[in-house]
């Protein structure tokens, strides 16, 4: 039974191996973009409007180039492919700036005081946090997008 199990288990990774390498790759876009939004808002102190389009493009060319040559493996009309996948990423531009207006200004009051009441911590990180939060949403709508319009065959 075991066996068995463990055998659904790796027929099911193996057929959905590319969302894997995607979530993957996706977590080193993820590392780059957070990294360079905290460094511009935290340490530049850069509008957070004007830094999520930026870390965010770090993240989405940093994905591009990993999932055309180790994941989707589709290198020919790279230009054409990576203005595709950027038009996508523009869509999770727009969806990370729209989180992060409602969850820092129009409801950001209220978070603050949901997220004081588990952790100071978590509150003072409150950005931080809704950053990260749009991020996870927007992997798995790209995901889709990109498999259906940059990388198809």
Known sequence: MNRSIL????NFVVSKRSFFLYITIGFTGLTLDLISFILMVRFLHVSEY??????????????????????FKQTDKLLA???SF???????????????????DVLGHSLFEILSFFSPILAKYQLE???????????????????????KK
């Open 81 to 83: 492919r990576l203005a």
């Open 129 to 151: 946090l809704v950053k990260a939060a749009s991020i996870v949403f927007i992997a798995i709508m790209q995901y889709f997008l990109n498999k259906r319009f940059s990388f």
């Open 86 to 104: 950027y038009l996508v990423g523009l869509t999770g531009i727009v969806v990370g700036n729209v989180f992060l207006w409602l969850f820092n």
């Open 50 to 71: 004007v830094a999520n389009p930026i870390s965010m493009s770090v993240g989405i060319i940093n994905n591009f180039f990993l999932n055309a040559y180790f994941n």
């Open 7 to 10: 055998g659904q288990v790796k």
